[in-house]
Nanobody, 123 residues
Framework: QAQLAESGGGLVQTGGSKRLSCAAS????????VGWFRQAPGKEREFVAL????????AYADSVKGRFTCVRDKAKNMVYQQMNNLKAEDTTVYYC????????????????WGQGTQVTVSS
């Protein structure tokens, strides 16, 4: 299947907000869940959040809990990640991907990775 596509990144000040979008162009999301990950230079890709496609159940990494919200919009065939109260340590590239296994948070369980979108939080 075709890769997903992220958008919405950019520069934001500390404490500000950004909304990232994840699209499955020209096809419906057919996976069990869509996840958001991020990877800073020289570091491993880490899980950020996920939403199950059927029920919209979500899960978050402790580092973003209470600040990030992951939602899916079935009508628009989109998944969003609303990021509030952004911190300098949130600066990195964000990716979305799909998994057929509900509840998984390791990158190896995900496929169809997008190219990523850079988020830079400045003080």
């Amino acid at each position: 299947q075709a890769q997903l596509a992220e958008s919405g990144g950019g520069l934001v000040q500390t404490g500000g907000s950004k909304r990232l979008s994840c699209a499955a162009s020209e096809r419906p999301f057919s996976s069990a869940a869509v996840g958001w990950f991020r990877q800073a230079p020289g570091k491993e890709r880490e899980f950020v959040a996920l939403t199950t496609w059927r029920t919209g159940t979500t899960a978050y990494a402790d580092s973003v809990k209470g600040r990030f919200t992951c939602v899916r919009d079935k009508a628009k065939n989109m998944v969003y990640q609303q990021m509030n109260n952004l911190k300098a340590e949130d600066t990195t590239v964000y990716y979305c991907a799909e998994t057929v296994i509900v509840g998984r948070t390791h990158e190896f369980d995900y496929v169809n990775w997008g190219q990523g979108t850079q988020v830079t939080v400045s003080s």
